[in-house]
């Protein structure tokens, strides 16, 4: 028989189909029984949750970091500029 060992073939019983499609019918009449459970029982509204408009509050207290910079140009104040005071002749 080319090397294979008697008895060891997979053999099928007279069962095996029997069980397989019982299997099959216990796992469909399951998943209709979850699906209609799940799905068919009404869900219970959750409450209203009150909307409160924060914005007027919120935008009087913040400032942004650009109101508090300081001036850094050190010539603006010196007037270092020599042609500032200089009139074009033309």
């Known amino acids: 028989m080319g090397g294979i060992i008697?008895?060891?073939?997979p053999k099928m019983s007279l069962n095996q189909?029997?069980?397989?499609?019982?299997?099959?019918?216990?796992?469909?009449i399951?998943?209709?029984?979850?699906?209609?459970?799940?799905?068919?029982?009404p869900a219970e509204p959750s409450p209203e949750i009150p909307?409160?408009?924060?914005?007027a509050q919120v935008?009087?207290?913040v400032e942004t970091p650009a109101d508090k910079?300081?001036?850094?140009?050190?010539?603006?104040a010196a007037e270092t500029n020599p042609f500032k005071s200089y009139k074009n002749p033309f």
């Open 6 to 9: 008697a008895g060891m073939e």
């Open 69 to 76: 910079i300081p001036e850094t140009n050190p010539f603006k």
């Open 51 to 55: 909307v409160v408009d924060v914005s």
């Open 17 to 28: 189909p029997l069980m397989i499609g019982g299997a099959a019918v216990l796992a469909v």
């Open 30 to 41: 399951l998943a209709a029984a979850a699906y209609f459970y799940f799905y068919s029982t």
């Open 59 to 61: 935008s009087s207290a």
